[in-house]
């Protein structure tokens, strides 16, 4: 009988301890952007090189292994991102994540002008990453949606 007492005394001590790890993960939060450069020019279509920091609020450290992105500044499409890398996110920490945006020539003026003035414009980014912890992942939607000054130009 004190067996089946201990047993179900660790097995509840146990539960308890690590539910709270069991936990979904927190959002991402977005916090600048950094190094924009063009990468590639082309008439068709120009690739843009960013890296984006954002900061982890979890308690763990995560892993991102894909990005499948769309862009828009001042709700005019710029271009789309997809990348199939693997980048470890650091807990309660700042990250920086590279990312390679193909442009859409074609609307690349309406972005560009009010950007090269140093106005501030809409950013809207929607699309999906892959995220997860221990090669366990699992695919969240991205809404971004935010002001932005481009001064860097």
């Known amino acids: 009988m004190k067996t089946r007492y201990l047993f179900y005394s660790t097995l509840l001590v146990t539960i308890i301890f690590f539910a709270p790890s069991c936990q979904a993960p927190k959002e991402l939060v977005y916090k600048d952007f950094k190094n924009l450069k063009v990468d590639k ?5 120009t690739t843009l ?11 763990f450290g995560l892993q991102l292994k894909y990005t499948d992105l769309d862009i828009y500044i001042d709700n005019n499409f710029l271009g789309h ?11 309660l920490a700042e990250f920086t994540m590279p990312l390679a945006i193909e442009v859409d020539m074609k609307n690349l003026l309406k972005n560009a002008i009010p950007t090269l003035m140093g ?3 809409m950013v809207k980014v ?12 699992k695919t969240f939607p991205i809404n971004y949606e935010g002001v932005q000054r481009f001064s860097t130009f």
């Not at 020019?41 to 279509?45: I, S």
């Not at 929607?126 to 992942?137: D, E, I, P, Q, R």
């Open 49 to 59: 090189k960013v890296d984006l920091v954002y900061y982890n609020p979890n308690n």
């Open 41 to 45: 020019l082309g008439f068709a279509a």
């Open 119 to 121: 106005k501030d414009v």
């Open 126 to 137: 929607t699309g999906t990453v892959k995220l997860g912890k221990a090669n366990v992942f």
């Open 81 to 91: 991102s997809s990348q199939d890398y693997q980048i470890t996110i650091p807990r």
